[in-house]
């Protein structure tokens, strides 16, 4: 698998989902995403497929197309990313169904802006929704890494079939992800938890996100906190921080 389909697969599947999680809890994202109904699936090479609907103001995120769907197909995966990773590049896509709802589809720019700013910026306004949705976008790519890089099926192996929560006192609600059916989602989950991990405050989890955090010496303090099975904990880290560097590579 190319670099740029595993990186059109990881906005696809990754940071899209960032829509739906983040949207309730800000004002100006939901504003931007309000308005009449629509929905638009991005499709391309390689099963490429993202879906993101609008209806009555709430953005759910999918996979597969619906009738009705303004269909915007993308000759290839870096046209994808072109078109996604908020660098403003112009994208080539050619709509091939729900023309009629095109002019809907323009809120997309401002929605994407306020995202991006959401994750790319760290504000006292908002810092608590970057640390959160950074956190999200890294597990639901870390999924993606192991569902598609050539390495993932030795690593899901090595990580077992146990789930994992992380979470914060800021946090909206934690995050978790289920590694026998590679699902995540936010609040609780159902299966049994294999490990828990918790931030005291934004200021460890923000280090953590940036790769400076000093795990045991946090441990020892009590600003990070792991319950469960350790070792799932780092395994899932290291990949975590793999998918990480091809989403936003050090040099961008």
């Not at 609008?54 to 994808?80: H, K, M, N, S």
């Not at 070792?231 to 590579?249: D, I, S, T, Y």
């Amino acid at each position: 698998m190319s670099d740029s389909v595993l990186k059109a697969a990881l906005y696809l599947e990754a940071v899209l989902p960032a829509f739906e999680l983040i949207a309730p809890h800000d004002a100006p994202l939901a504003a931007a995403l309000a308005g009449p109904d629509f929905a638009v699936s991005f499709l391309g090479p390689d099963r490429l497929r993202g879906r993101l609907a609008v209806t009555r103001g709430v953005a759910t995120v999918g996979t597969e197309p619906c009738p009705g769907d303004v269909r915007l197909r993308f000759p290839t995966a870096l046209q994808i990313v072109r078109a996604l990773d908020g660098a403003g590049r112009p994208a080539f896509a050619l709509p091939v169904g729900g023309f009629l709802h095109l002019p809907r589809v323009g809120r997309l720019a401002a929605a994407g802006k306020r995202l991006e700013t959401l994750l790319n910026t760290r504000a006292d306004v908002h810092l608590a929704l970057h640390a959160w949705g950074n956190l999200a976008v890294g597990i639901r790519a870390a999924m993606t890494w192991l569902r598609r890089h050539p390495d993932g099926p030795a690593a899901r192996r090595r990580l077992g079939a146990g789930t994992a929560v992380f979470a914060c006192p800021a946090f909206p609600a934690p995050l978790w992800i289920d590694l026998a059916g590679l699902a995540a989602g936010a609040g609780e989950p159902a299966p049994a938890v294999a490990v828990r991990v918790e931030f005291a405050d934004l200021a460890t989890l923000l280090r953590e996100l940036d790769n400076r955090l000093d795990a045991p010496a946090a441990l020892g303090l009590g600003t990070l906190r792991i319950t469960g099975y350790l070792p799932l904990a780092e395994k899932l880290g290291q990949v975590m921080l793999e998918a990480g560097r091809l989403l936003k590579p050090a040099s961008a």
